[in-house]
C-alpha cells in the first residue's frame, strides 16, 4: 500500500473517534440556533428605535466594510500560518495557498458539523497525510494548534476581564463563566504537554480503559514531546492565534465605523472576546444566538446604541460566519477527494 495512503488511514483512527452527530441532530441544532437568532434580533429591534436604523442608513461608510472584509480574510492565513509553522518543523513545505484551503475548509466543518472543533481537525489531518506527512507530526500539529489556541483565548479572556472592570461593567456569572474557562484551558493544555509522547498502560483501568480515552492517548503517544513542548514553537503559534483575535476585534471596530460610529477599541476587544466565550461554550452550530446576544449586550455597555450593537453584529457574523461557508464547502470538497496534488514535500 501506498505510505501516503495507508497513514490518511490511520489518522482518522487515531484521530477520529468523535461523532460528529447524526443529520437529524444537525439539523434540529441549526434550527434551533436559528430560532435563537430570531429572538436576538427580535428583543434588540424591541429596544431600539426605528428612527435609530434611518439614521444608521444616512450616515453609511461603506468603504470601512471593504476594509473589514481585507481584516477577516487576513485571519484565515494566519490560521494557515500554524499549519505551515508546523509542517516547517517536520522538514516538509505547505504552500501558502494550500494552507488557506485549510483554513477556509476548518471553518466550514467545525460550523456545518459542531463538534468541538473535531471535525474541521480531522479534515485538516487528513490532507496533510494525503500529502505525505506523517502521522507523529500530524498529531504534534494538532496538539501544539490546540495548545496555543487556549494560551491565546486564556490571555485575551483574562485581559478583557480587567477592561469590563475599568468601564464598571464586571458582571459576576460572566466572571465565573470566563475564570472557569481559563482554569480549565490552563490546567487541560498541561495536562496534553504532560502526556504527549508518554506511553501509557490502560488495559484494566476503568477510565483509561474507555473507547474515547483510549483513541485520546493513543494520539498523545504519537505526538514529538520535544517539539511540542519547545517554548520558541509555542510562542510563534501563540502570537498568530493572538493575531486572528486581534483581526476580529480590528473587523468589528471597521463595521461599527461603516456604520457612522466611533467606538473604544479596548471596549470593542472586550467585547468580541467575551461574544467568542459564550460561542465557545455554546451547543449550537458556530454559537448561533449566543454570539449575537452576547455580543450586542457587550458592545451596549460599552457605549454603543443598541440600533449599531445589532448591526455591527450581524453584519461582522456575515463576513466571519456566513460568507466564507460558500469557499470553506468548495475546498473541504477538494480536501475530501481521494486524490490530491502532492504541495508537501519533504
Not at 434588540?44 to 453609511?60: M, N
Not at 494557515?80 to 476548518?106: D, H, I, N, P, T
Not at 483509561?208 to 483510549?214: I, Q, T
Request: proline residues 4%.
Amino acid at each position: 500500500m501506498n505510505p501516503a495512503l495507508r497513514q490518511e488511514s490511520d489518522v482518522p483512527e487515531v484521530i477520529d473517534g468523535a461523532d460528529a452527530g447524526g443529520r437529524g441532530r444537525d439539523w434540529l441544532a441549526w434550527l434551533f440556533g436559528a430560532a435563537m437568532l430570531a429572538g436576538v434580533i427580535a428583543a434588540a429591534l424591541h429596544f431600539a428605535e426605528a428612527e435609530a436604523f434611518l439614521r444608521l442608513a444616512e450616515q453609511a461608510q461603506p468603504w470601512w466594510l471593504g476594509l473589514a472584509l481585507l481584516a477577516q480574510a487576513a485571519t484565515y492565513a494566519l490560521e494557515g500560518e500554524v499549519w505551515r509553522l508546523m509542517a516547517r518543523q517536520r522538514g516538509f513545505s505547505l504552500s501558502l495557498g494550500r494552507a488557506y484551503q485549510l483554513s477556509l475548509s476548518k471553518l466550514f466543518l467545525d460550523q456545518a458539523l459542531p463538534s468541538a472543533g473535531l471535525s474541521g481537525t480531522i479534515a485538516v489531518a487528513r490532507a496533510l497525510a494525503r500529502n505525505a506527512m506523517p502521522t507523529g507530526g500530524i498529531t504534534t500539529a494538532v496538539v501544539v494548534r490546540m495548545v496555543s489556541y487556549y494560551a491565546a483565548y486564556a490571555l485575551t479572556l483574562a485581559v478583557s476581564l480587567l477592561i469590563a472592570s475599568l468601564y464598571g461593567q464586571t458582571n459576576a456569572l460572566v466572571a465565573l463563566v470566563a475564570g472557569l474557562f481559563v482554569a480549565y484551558a490552563l490546567v487541560f493544555s498541561a495536562m496534553v504537554l504532560a502526556l504527549s509522547g508518554r506511553k501509557l498502560r490502560w488495559s484494566g483501568h476503568r477510565i483509561l480503559g474507555h473507547p474515547h480515552v483510549r483513541k485520546a492517548l493513543r494520539l498523545l503517544e504519537q505526538v514529538d514531546p520535544q517539539l511540542a513542548r519547545d517554548p520558541w514553537v509555542l510562542s510563534q503559534a501563540s502570537a498568530l492565534q493572538l493575531g486572528i483575535i486581534v483581526l476580529d476585534v480590528v473587523t468589528v471596530w471597521m463595521v461599527i465605523a461603516s456604520l457612522g460610529y466611533s467606538a473604544a477599541p479596548f471596549g470593542v476587544f472586550a467585547s468580541v472576546v467575551l461574544s467568542n466565550l459564550f460561542r465557545s461554550i455554546g451547543i449550537l452550530p458556530g454559537g448561533l444566538g449566543s454570539f449575537e446576544a452576547a455580543s450586542v449586550l457587550t458592545l451596549k455597555m460599552i457605549g454603543v446604541p443598541v440600533a449599531v450593537a445589532l448591526a455591527a453584529t450581524l453584519i461582522f457574523r456575515g463576513l466571519s460566519f456566513w460568507l466564507p461557508m460558500l469557499p470553506g464547502f468548495w475546498c473541504s470538497r477538494r480536501l475530501v477527494a481521494p486524490a490530491a496534488a502532492a504541495t508537501l514535500k519533504p
